[in-house]
């Protein structure tokens, strides 16, 4: 595990610990010496056990952390660690525009892709959360965030070609982006013939990287094309791979039934990536709390004088 600061010249600022620990005694001195001119603080120390420096050494320690927090919080503390391919959540992103429905794949890409999801599905560690998502013109969420095989084998099969004219990339990533951030460390297993004819990618690429999440994008089709309804579709590889090397993900290309269960597999493969944590929320939401907890203490218990 490592660790480094976004703004790091902001750690300038710890050179205040020292002045607070000065300041803290120098004002316990002063307190003290005022005392001594009303009172035996001696005698009084004696029948009930106060100690002047060591009755307030955990406020001074409080204020510390407290101001340590907030410096690391303002420097952008974030935890790099590596982490295993078992410890990801999926989300299975399926093309369902109409160009799926090619045959140069067996038997079209819609169903080979769908196959070959299930048999990834089956291969993954148990324990593994999986979600799925379809997507055209628009994005579906087929099945949320789940343990559960069934659940998710389930809503691949029931996947079918979608009405809504369009492929639209980027609210596909978007949106399985959002399914993952909840989660420890996110991929999303990206499917289509890359035909994209909406939505502005390199939005959905900033996305998926500030949410920590990256994209395998797998390219179903051939250079040659297959039969539609409408006409030949070919497979447009240009914005899958931009997609896959914009997140720092993997790019397959898939031409055959064999292919595609092959990058599948090497998915799984992919075991450790570098996943970076910035903790300047968590930092400063702590420092509140011992804020509140040193305010309690002065105003209470270590009150030096009623």
Do not use: C, W
Not at 17 to 28: A, E, N, Q
Not at 65 to 92: D, K, L, P, Q
Not at 196 to 202: A, E, H, K, Q, S
Not at 220 to 236: A, H, L, P, Q
């Amino acid at each position: 595990m490592e660790f480094s600061f976004v703004n790091p010249y902001y750690l300038s600022l710890l050179a205040v610990v020292p002045l607070i620990i000065f300041i803290h005694f120098l004002s316990l001195k002063h307190k003290g010496g005022s005392a001594l001119k009303f009172a035996n603080f001696e005698a009084m120390s004696k029948i009930k056990g106060i100690d002047l420096y060591s009755k307030n050494i955990s406020v001074l320690i409080l204020t510390i952390v407290i101001s340590v927090m907030i410096i690391f919080s303002v420097s952008g503390f974030t935890v790099h660690r590596t982490m295993s391919a078992s410890s990801f959540s999926f989300v299975i992103a399926i093309d369902s525009s109409t160009s799926m429905e090619a045959d140069d794949m067996t038997p079209d890409r819609i169903t080979a892709a769908k196959n070959t999801a299930l048999e990834f599905v089956d291969s993954a560690p148990l324990g593994t959360y999986f979600s799925v998502i379809s997507f055209s013109g628009n994005a579906l969420i087929e099945q949320g965030m789940t343990q559960e095989k069934s659940l998710i084998k389930n809503a691949i099969k029931n996947i079918d070609l979608s009405i809504v004219s369009g492929t639209d990339l980027y609210e596909g990533i978007i949106t399985s982006t959002n399914l993952l951030v909840a989660e420890e460390a996110g991929a999303v297993i990206l499917l289509s013939d890359g035909q994209i004819n909406v939505g502005d990618l390199d939005d959905a690429i900033k996305y998926a990287n500030i949410n920590n999440v990256l994209v395998h994008s797998i390219a179903i089709g051939t250079v040659e094309g297959g039969k539609t309804s409408y006409g030949m579709s070919k497979i447009d590889e240009d914005s899958l791979m931009s997609v896959a090397f914009g997140t720092n993900g993997k790019f397959f290309r898939a031409t055959n039934v064999e292919e595609l269960s092959s990058s599948f597999n090497n998915i799984l493969k992919y075991e450790v990536r570098n996943v970076s944590f910035n903790l300047s929320k968590y930092l400063t939401i702590t420092a509140l709390l011992l804020f509140i907890l040193e305010y309690l203490l002065i105003n209470t218990r270590y009150r030096i004088f009623p």
